[in-house]
């Protein structure tokens, strides 16, 4: 894992904290928003809007997303806030719905009068509400993952600064593929967007390395049987990749076992198709001695950093990815820390801004379309990142892990070069 | 066009599986006067009218309205010709007004002129003596009543022929007294077919009559020829509950 | 006053009040009176095949999506401007609805609602699979800069408000003027009684084929309306919960009601809206409350008013 | 793999959609064709199984099968009881009227969901099968050397499935038995053909409707704990089934619970023969095209009855 010196904010973040006094932190933890809070001009909260999938599909996702968030929150109000003003979350379920997104997104803009909306993980929620963020002049910053916002379809005020995008994770996977686990790959994935960026990013980047993908199978999203599919993966393949998402990606992976029973390809997969899963479940015995790429370890490393140690312990997750409480809860590990770390550069971006109040938006965008190197730190404890203020995309290093005795052990950790690709738009010659 | 008979039938049949519930009627029903089928339970007579106005398609045969073949033409364009039809059991727009139920029935020939369906309305309801009840829901109505709209409904299309089936059933006997009359003033008005259980009803308004028994036309006639013939005393009046 | 006038008096009512309600409430309220007008315009359309005609179909999604995506993907893949590109989506749903309305009512009763669904599910599957032009699920945005109409900007709050109740006005006016026609009676005959209609003479099938047309070229225009003023198209409105939700606008504002379609919505949506600021499990009330909704209120909001209060609502 | 074993592997994994989808079918077949409701809490009654399958066999400890066992006796009986308790509060006080039998339904559908949610959480959760080997299969070609026979790579089944389409069959011919031979069935019958005469007949018809309903529910139960051990409980899950069920049962025809069954074959057969030949979203879309196309040019079902 690369390590870089801290850098200047969260030393900052530091000395803050320390300047806050010890005592001050104990009455900030009782008392967020009340006391603590001295040096801000105004001591009224910062609204940060919440768009949370509490229900519809996502339901799985967003609750630690929930979690994580208000971790972060917590954390950043325990170290006095943003410019001195105590953080409030204003979460609003948008049902996993486009339709509901932009209705929540509103809701944000006109009625709690937030400053920024945050926290949106699915691409179509994404694609629906960004367009009202934008019309509303409200900063909304995604954790999605999606291609969305480096591609160019949505606006300025729309960013992705906490977490990689699927070109980027993609991308940065084909070389791994291809020099250690086969050539000649057979791609299985959703038949729907999300799944087309696997297949046309992955089938480039493979093709770049000197492989191919032998076989493309993409699964009708309202599928709940796979085995049916599975005849045609071609026999000369040599490393089967496989991305699943929703309620039915246990059965995909069983299934998959069951169907090559004792001698099958390599097999890699994104976790996509386990986030939230128990890799010990029963019919995944299998999925020993497969790769996975992996967002950030769910399984705490040999070599676990301290940032890592400190996040694990913020959010309420165990060594092994699941929640102290309760071992059975799985965590969506290798896609929540984008909201720890969005969260804190909303925070250094405001703070840079000064900012003050919604007149302050422009500003903001500004501030944080001026960061670039983030490095590894509590306040980015899944790894150093590069923010193209261009494209409003971060790029971050990934895991490649390796399932032995039923964890996920990581075997490679990309560069961020690895990921890097041609700007597709330049947000910054938008007006506001 | 044939000057005498306004419908007739050429061997009209009907067959569910291999049971036949019509075979090879042979039909004719004269111009301006009013017809009664008579038959018993089972003999075929709805059938044989749900034929005539395209409900129930036939297995083989032709009808022919004003002389033309009508085989090939949907209910709802037979209709459109100038037949009105009454329903074995009574249907109306229970849902709607009066004046609603039979402004649909006259809407059709009369298209959107307001006033003249209005006025038919009001003509219609008042010839059944439902005048007063105009606005009430027909469905709120006694079954009388229902079956009196039925045919203010029918009234209202201006038909050339009224199929009625049935029309008595149900009602109370000061009912089928008035019911009788109404049909009296139609006499010449238009042409009626009627089936028709109620003999006294049959006797009372019929100037021909045509016998069904079995799906096979049994007799036809007027009614003193029928009243004569032993083989309907045999196989229909003997049994009757008339 | 005739009872006519009286309905008419009633429709401009609500219209002017949709109208100073822009100048009077907070713009929260404004943003949400613009969605539902758009989804007001979508629960007319369905108003009209359902509470009118007394067709159910589940298959309304497909003939939101087609508007929507007749609309989007032509401004998206062949640089339509606003208006031919509304066209395209109008006449997108006006076909689409046309052929399903055509086989569709081979059939009738359930099986008419089954095989609706089954045509919407064919049709959201093809927008799945042809995801490298329409984006599948995710969808896509229809820039800012595309959606100006007769040099309006539709994307500002206000034209956007103005535009719904244009769209709203038109479609609510003109339905309620429809189903007052001796068209819209002869479907309200169809729905009382279809085989009594056909016994009347009145070509019933054909009078439903219409019936489909219109109420789904309604729904395309709602749908094409939504992709332009809130700058989104997604395979979620083809999905079989997008069919529902109609139905369950115009059971609860009342079916056969001209301003039932409306007052379903505006209830929908607050119902949702306001408990989700109490619970994050809104979704419980609003089962609990459709469930009390059908046992105290069988006619819907609209339809108990009629019933009890305003006998000649129309 | 080759065309044979690929078509023998598709036949088998749509011999056991087919097995589910006639249990949770047949559910809302007898619903349907006694009480002439539409049911669209149906899919939810399917999910709770699964879900109280997870609940029971999670608290069981030992041998997966106890617990599997205890979840299809236990499923079933709560989902029936929590059916037959929502008929009587909510359905009988609004007289099955259609329009809000349907509007009732959403509702139901939006409490039993969130209440699932807030309880069981939104996370898929695995139920461990009973037993599940692999079982290879072997295919027969006729080459060069004559008959032979070999194993395709792939051609496998797990006898947990092989389990399920049993199971299915026997419940189904268990339930045909009660349905045809006995008394319980004879009212539910009477009641079905005409519930005016069977209440003049001294049939309650209140109470029978009440148990049609529980039924109904359970039979979506016991398809739903059979196939939580493929396919995990998840409290969205009730959704496509719903589809589906309604789907078999208007193809089938209305009330005829054979034709139930034939659909239910039929549908789940073509949706995995028809992907041996079409990329998968394409053979979805023609699987549902021809569906709806049948039913267009056959209103009334493939067993039921013409109107005259």
Redesign the interface.
């Known amino acids: 894992m690369v390590t870089k010196p801290e850098s200047k904010f969260t030393r900052r973040g530091m000395l803050k904290t320390m300047a806050a006094g010890t005592g001050a932190i104990a009455a900030t933890s009782a008392l967020p928003g009340l006391s603590g809070f001295a040096q801000a001009q105004s001591s009224a909260p910062i609204k940060i809007g919440f768009q949370v999938h509490r229900t519809g599909i996502g339901a799985a996702y967003g609750r630690w997303y929930n979690r994580t968030t208000e971790a972060a929150v917590k954390r950043i109000n325990d170290m006095g806030g943003i410019n001195g003003r105590p953080v409030e979350l204003v979460a609003e379920d948008d049902g996993t719905d486009p339709k509901r997104g932009a209705e929540v997104v509103e809701k944000f803009a006109t009625q709690h009068e937030c400053d920024i909306a945050f926290g949106t993980l699915f691409s179509h929620v994404v694609y629906g509400s960004s367009p009202r963020a934008g019309e509303l002049k409200l900063p909304y910053f995604v954790v999605s993952e999606g291609h969305h916002v480096a591609s160019g379809k949505l606006n300025r005020y729309t960013l992705q600064p906490g977490i990689t995008d699927v070109k980027s994770q993609v991308q940065a996977m084909a070389p791994f593929v291809a020099n250690n686990l086969g050539k000649k790959v057979t791609m299985i994935f959703p038949d729907f967007a999300f799944g087309h960026d696997h297949r046309d990013f992955f089938t480039a980047a493979i093709e770049a390395q000197g492989g191919e993908v032998v076989e493309h199978i993409a699964i009708p999203p309202t599928e709940t049987s796979f085995s049916k599919y599975f005849p045609r993966i071609p026999r000369e393949t040599e490393v089967i990749y496989h991305v699943m998402v929703g309620p039915a990606v246990l059965t995909f992976v069983k299934e998959l076992g069951e169907f090559f029973g004792p001698s099958s390809p390599e097999i890699f997969g994104f976790i996509d198709s386990l986030e939230a899963v128990d890799i010990k479940s029963p019919g995944l015995e299998f999925l020993e001695g497969t790769y996975f790429w992996e967002g950030n370890p769910r399984n705490a490393q040999a070599d676990q950093t301290s940032h890592d140690k400190a996040y694990r312990a913020a959010v309420g997750v165990d060594d092994n990815g699941a929640s102290v409480e309760d071992a059975q809860d799985v965590s969506t590990y290798s896609h929540m820390f984008g909201c720890w770390e969005t969260l804190n550069i909303i925070k250094r971006g405001m703070e840079t801004a000064g900012y003050q109040g919604p007149a302050d938006r422009a500003k903001l965008i500004e501030a944080v379309e001026a960061m670039s190197d983030m490095p590894l730190s509590d306040d980015h404890p899944q790894g150093a990142k590069r923010f193209n203020g261009k494209t409003h995309q971060t790029f971050g290093h990934q895991y490649i892990s390796k399932v032995s005795d039923g964890k996920l052990v990581v075997e490679h950790t990309t560069s961020i070069e690895d990921g890097l690709y041609e700007d597709e738009v330049d947000y910054t010659t938008q007006s506001f | 066009m044939d000057a005498v008979n306004i419908l007739t039938t050429k061997g009209l049949t009907k067959a569910y599986g291999g049971i036949k519930a019509n075979t090879d009627i042979d039909f004719a029903l004269p111009r301006g006067k009013t017809m009664a089928l008579i038959g018993p339970n089972g003999a075929g007579k709805s059938t044989f009218v749900g034929m005539l106005c395209g409900r129930i398609p036939a297995t083989r045969g032709d009808v022919f309205f004003e002389g033309a073949n009508i085989n090939a033409l949907p209910a709802h364009q037979r209709i459109s010709l100038g037949i009105a039809y009454t329903f074995q059991i009574t249907s109306v727009f229970a849902g709607l007004s009066l004046h609603e139920n039979v402004a649909l029935a006259a809407r059709r020939r009369l298209g959107a002129d307001v006033a003249a369906v209005n006025a038919k309305v009001a003509d219609v309801l008042a010839r059944v003596g439902l005048a007063e009840r105009t606005d009430q829901i027909a469905g709120d109505l006694s079954y009388g009543h229902q079956r009196l709209l039925e045919i203010a409904m029918g009234l209202a299309q201006d038909p050339r022929l009224f199929i009625l089936d049935e029309p008595t059933q149900g009602l109370a006997d000061s009912e089928v007294e008035e019911f009788i009359a109404l049909i009296n003033t139609l006499a010449g008005e238009t042409t009626i077919l009627l089936i028709e259980h109620n003999m006294d009803v049959v006797m009372k308004t019929a100037t021909h009559i045509t016998v069904l028994d079995a799906g096979e036309v049994l007799a036809a006639g007027t009614p003193e020829e029928i009243r004569a013939n032993a083989a309907v005393q045999a196989a229909y009046l003997g049994t009757s509950d008339a | 006053m005739t009872d006519s006038q009286r309905s008419q008096l009633l429709h401009l009512g609500v219209i002017a009040l949709l109208f100073v309600a822009f100048f009077v409430l ?3 309220h404004v ?2 009176l613009s ?1 539902i007008m758009v989804l007001a315009v979508y629960a007319i359309g369905y108003n009209f095949l359902f509470g009118y005609t007394g067709l159910l179909s589940l298959g309304h999604a497909l003939f939101f999506a087609a508007g929507m995506y007749g609309l989007g993907l032509s401004m998206e893949l062949f640089d339509l401007t606003t208006a031919p590109a509304l066209m395209v989506g109008l006449a997108s749903a006006l076909i689409v609805s046309a052929v399903i309305g055509f ?2 009512l ?3 009763g ?2 008419f ?3 609706t ?3 919407a ?2 049709g959201y ?2 927008i ?2 042809f ?2 032009y329409t ?8 820039q ?1 800069a595309d959606r100006v109409l007769f040099g309006l900007d539709l ?3 206000t034209a956007r408000y103005f535009a719904a109740l244009v769209l709203f006005s038109v479609c609510f006016l003109a339905v309620a003027r429809l189903v007052q ?2 068209f819209g ?2 479907l ?2 169809i729905r ?2 279809e ?10 099938v054909a009078h439903k084929l219409k019936a489909v047309v219109i109420s789904g070229t309604i729904a395309g225009v709602a749908g094409a309306a939504y992709a332009l003023l ?3 198209a ?4 083809a999905t ?1 919960q997008y069919s ?1 939700f109609p ?2 606008w115009v ?2 504002g009342g ?1 056969g009601t001209t301003i039932g379609p409306l007052i379903g919505v505006i209830f929908m949506f607050y119902l ?2 306001l408990s ?1 600021d109490i619970t ?5 009330i ?6 009390l ?3 105290f209120a ?1 006619q819907g909001l609209a339809g108990e008013l009629r019933k009890r209060v305003f006998k000649w609502m129309p | 793999m080759d065309f044979g074993p690929h078509l023998l592997l598709a036949s088998l994994e749509g011999a056991v959609t087919a097995a589910i989808l006639a249990l949770t079918a047949m559910g809302l077949s007898i619903v349907f064709g006694v009480m002439r409701v539409v049911n669209v809490a149906h899919g939810e009654f399917y999910m709770l199984g699964a879900v109280i399958a997870w609940w029971v066999t999670s608290l069981i400890g030992g041998h997966p099968a106890i617990g599997f066992v205890l979840a299809l006796g236990i499923a079933p009986l709560l989902v029936g009881f929590l059916a037959a308790a929502a008929d009587k509060v909510i359905l009988q006080k609004i007289n099955y009227d259609p329009d809000r039998t349907i509007v009732a339904t959403i509702g139901l559908l939006y409490i039993i969901q969130q209440t699932t949610l807030m309880t069981f959480g939104p996370d898929a959760r695995p139920v461990q099968p009973p037993f599940n080997t692999r079982i290879a299969l072997p295919w027969f070609e006729f080459g060069d050397a004559g008959f032979a026979m070999y194993w395709p790579w792939g051609l496998s089944i797990t006898s947990y499935k092989l389990f399920v389409i049993m199971a299915a069959i026997g419940i189904l011919t268990a339930l045909w038995l009660v349905i045809t031979r006995s008394k319980i069935g004879l009212i539910m019958r009477a009641t079905q053909l005409d519930s005016e005469t069977a209440l003049a007949f001294g049939v309650p018809v209140d109470r029978v409707y009440m148990w049609v309903f529980g039924l109904g529910a359970g039979l979506a139960a016991v398809g739903a704990v059979l196939v939580v051990p493929i396919q995990q409980a998840h409290y969205l899950m009730g959704h496509d089934p719903l589809l589906l069920a309604f789907i078999t049962v208007i193809i089938g025809g209305l009330g005829s619970l054979p034709g139930t069954v034939i659909a239910a074959i039929l549908i789940g057969m073509s949706d995995g023969i028809i992907s041996v030949f079409f990329s998968p979203t394409l053979a979805k879309i023609i699987a549902t095209l021809v569906v709806a196309m049948v039913l267009a040019f056959r209103p009334q079902g493939l067993l039921g009855r013409t109107a005259h």
């Open positions: 907070p713009t929260y943003g949400n969605r086989l569709a081979r059939t009738s359930v099986s609602m089954i095989v669904l089954m045509f599910q064919a599957l093809t799945l699979y995801g490298s984006r599948g699920d995710e969808g896509f945005v229809i800012q994307s500002n709050d026609s001796p009676r002869t309200v005959a009382e009684n085989e009594r209609a056909r016994m009347l003479g009145y070509n019933t809130f700058g989104y997604g395979a979620t409105f079989v529902i139905l369950l059971l609860l079916a949702i809206d989700s994050s499990a809104y979704m419980l609003a089962g609990v409350v459709l469930v909704l059908t046992l069988p």
